[in-house]
């Protein structure tokens, strides 16, 4: 079955088309639905993968594995509890951090990863059924990444990949490594100050 | 009430899959019972969702659709689907019912051993990690720990009981992060043992050379 993925004609899908999608995905086995996803989330967790430090071969393999999760598990994501961006970062994460494990790649490696990616499946941590991060918080924190310096929304990127990233930063802005890790630690703060400045 | 709790840039990197074995185990220790972190843990994710997102697309292969429904109809196992791990053994009993049965999954205890009046400790060995560097400590009632400095950082969840240490007061669900330019030392209250969970990537450096000799033969300090 050939499929053009041509990623830079084609509008990604919205949050809620998303969600749409792995709806019908998870009630229907709708495969079609199913390519849509593939073609918005595919390339996406492929360039997450490679930017990571997975070498082409791998970030194609794990990329297909992450999908093939998406199909299997379709039907244990709820909407109310996370976006299917987080969702799908989680799964790819975990993937990730057990194709390390199994390299011995030198990022060391936790072995929660089974749990995290609970968290954002996502059953209710407590018994109360109130969702963790609710749309509205979700939305909230979306606008205070927007609305952050064009530095500091990178640098809140950064964070999210590892020290061989970090190095290359510092070695191609003719930095020290100490000042990168700062401004990653500072845009931290300021994304923790903007988001808590509004109580939801 | 907790009212000490890891740093973001630590939930992040648990977040992002970027913690070490020990540290994440300590941190997540903590995550488990503090409905403020599991919030912020949340948050972290979302923002790593949005980070995929905004990754600059990589064409996949031609056919990686087609590969991709073709492991979907073959119904194989995800090559990395976390394979079931065998019940925790060997801990002290109970520190069992202290952390949360999904952490300790794969874990290997080790009975109480003594390294100073009133003073026990476990080491813990976590899978895929070679040298784990987490322990459990059980102290007790009204103990003064010796008096250190740290060689590197060290985190602390404090499982059960309370301590003061001169900078606060930490109880049972409080998370305690120390570095290098922490120097102190313990005092857990009369109210109790006090049981912790701890991370330690350097030895600690004690003042007294009785607990330097101590230290010395249970692995504390090289
Ligand atoms: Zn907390």
């Known amino acids: ?20 999608l792995v709806t019908a995905v998870a009630r229907h086995g709708d495969r079609a639905a199913f390519a849509a996803l593939f073609r918005a989330l595919a390339p ?58 199994r390299s011995l790649h030198p ?45 500091q929304a ?5 964070a999210y990949f590892n020290d061989v990233t970090h190095e290359h930063i510092a070695t191609t802005l003719g930095i020290p490594l100490g000042t990168v890790k700062s401004r990653i630690r500072l845009a931290i703060a300021a994304l923790r100050q903007r988001l808590d400045g509004i109580e939801l | ?37 599991q919030r912020r843990l949340q948050e972290f994710l979302a923002v790593g969702g949005e980070v995929l997102q905004a990754s600059e697309p990589v064409n996949v292969s031609a056919d990686a659709f087609a590969q991709t429904l073709r492991r979907i109809d073959a119904g194989l196992p995800a090559a990395a689907a976390i394979t079931a791990t065998p019940t925790p053994v060997g801990f002290p009993r109970e520190c069992v019912t202290l952390l949360p049965s999904r952490l300790l999954q794969g874990c290997t205890g ?57 900078r606060a007061r930490f109880d049972a669900g409080d998370f305690d992060e120390t570095d290098p330019h922490v120097t102190h030392q313990p005092v857990v209250t009369d109210e109790g043992e006090c049981i912790c969970l701890a991370y330690l990537d350097a030895p ?10 101590a230290a010395r033969w249970t692995g504390f300090q090289n």
């Not at chain 1, 050939?2 to 749409?20: K, R, S």
């Not at chain 1, 794990?62 to 598990?73: A, I, N, S």
């Not at chain 2, 060995?125 to 400590?137: D, G, Y």
Request: aromatic share 6%; charged share 20%; glycine share 6%.
């Open chain 1, 1 to 20: 079955m050939a499929l053009a993925v041509d990623v830079l004609n084609a509008a990604p899908p919205g949050a809620d088309e998303l969600v749409a």
């Open chain 1, 44 to 101: 996406r967790v492929k360039g997450f993968l490679v930017r990571s430090g997975a070498d082409a071969g791998v970030a194609e393999d794990l990329t297909q594995e992450t999908l093939v999760l998406v199909w299997r598990k379709a039907s244990a994501f709820d909407a109310s509890r996370a976006g299917v961006s987080t969702w799908v970062f989680t799964i790819a994460r975990n993937l990730w951090i057990d194709q390390c494990r």
């Open chain 1, 107 to 151: 990022a060391a490696l936790p072995q929660q990863s089974a749990w995290l990616a609970d968290l954002a499946d996502c059953a209710p941590a407590n018994d109360d059924d109130e969702p963790l991060l609710g749309e509205q918080r979700r939305q909230h924190l979306r606008a205070v990444l927007a609305s952050l310096p064009p530095e």
């Open chain 1, 154 to 158: 990178e640098a809140v990127q950064l």
């Open chain 2, 1 to 37: 009430m907790i009212h000490h709790h890891p740093a973001d840039h630590h939930l992040l990197a648990l977040a992002s899959g970027q913690m070490d074995s020990g540290r994440g185990f300590v941190v997540s220790a903590h995550v488990e019972t503090c409905r403020v972190c």
């Open chain 2, 110 to 166: 080790q009975p109480w051993r003594w390294i100073g009046p009133g003073m026990r400790y476990s080491a813990i060995e976590i899978p895929h990690a070679a040298q784990s560097n987490v322990f459990l400590l059980k102290i007790a009632p009204g103990r003064t720990m010796p008096r250190h400095s740290h060689g590197g950082c060290e985190f602390t969840q404090i499982l059960s009981g309370s301590f003061n240490d001169g």
């Open chain 2, 204 to 213: 600690l450096r004690f003042e007294s050379w009785v607990a330097r000799a």
